[in-house]
């Protein structure tokens, strides 16, 4: 066999098998992902609420500004408090509020956090039982992600698997599953996976609800076939790239 067939032999075996392990690779990684249909993320929300109607006097924050608890948010003027207080109805002070003079109630932040609402004008009215603002709650951050599942894929879920997370802007995040049911309102098999990752917060400050993109990795019961693919993987991916 001349050298120049030789080499053309030896080119052609390396190309299907790089194209082979190219397959498997990918085959690897799709049996060993799901991606999410839909993702956001979420954070506990404090409510402020008045149980009496009146005008706003005062709005001491906005969205977006970060509060501590105790940190006053606004304050509503009411005649109906000062009947309340004289009839021993409502008491002068409570959690996440206080009581100036006889009419002004003093709503204050009951955790620290972002404001995600107090959008109200000064002396707008209010009824009684509104929600007046809202706090976001510090260190609540999570992703809740809606992901196509089978019981084998679930079974291959434990608890502290390893999510992906792709933010609004772009940035990557990894976070840990805690918690995985499924969701009995639909025909088909979809379950709510919720994970979370201390570098939501240092990765900013997001409107709850923002969608990102999200991607689990399964637990692998690993046989040749899978070791193989892996160890294609790291060679193909040796930063630990997702395929």
């Not at 067939?5 to 990918?26: E, N, R």
């Not at 149980?51 to 608890?69: C, L, N």
């Amino acid at each position: 066999m001349s050298i120049r067939k030789f080499l053309s032999l030896l080119l052609g075996t390396v190309l299907v098998l790089g194209a082979a392990g190219i397959g498997l690779v990918y085959t690897y990684g799709r049996a060993h992902t799901l991606q999410a249909r839909e993702a956001v993320v979420e954070s506990d929300v404090s409510t402020v609420g008045t149980p009496f109607g009146g005008s706003i006097q005062s709005v001491a924050v906005r969205a977006g500004d970060t509060v501590v608890a105790g940190q006053e948010i606004l304050r509503v003027q009411s005649a109906t408090l000062q009947q309340a207080l004289s009839t021993a109805r409502f008491s002068p002070e409570g959690v996440g509020y206080h009581i100036e003079g006889e009419d002004v109630l003093v709503f204050t932040a009951t955790a620290e956090g972002t404001v995600g609402r107090a959008d109200l004008a000064v002396g707008s009215f209010v009824p009684a039982n509104t929600e007046i603002a809202t706090v976001e709650v510090a260190g609540t951050s999570r992703i809740t992600a809606r992901v196509p599942m089978t019981a084998a894929d679930f079974a291959r879920l434990p608890l502290g698997s390893p999510m992906t997370v792709v933010l609004p802007d772009s940035t990557e995040v990894t976070a840990e599953v805690y918690d995985v049911q499924f969701d009995e309102t639909t025909g088909d098999t979809v379950a709510i996976v919720r994970a979370r990752s201390e570098d939501l917060a240092a990765a900013g400050t997001f409107t709850n609800g923002a969608p990102v993109e999200a991607e689990i990795r399964l637990d692998d019961a690993e046989g040749f076939g899978s070791w193989a693919a892996r160890q294609l993987t790291e060679l193909v991916t040796p930063d630990g790239a997702t395929i």
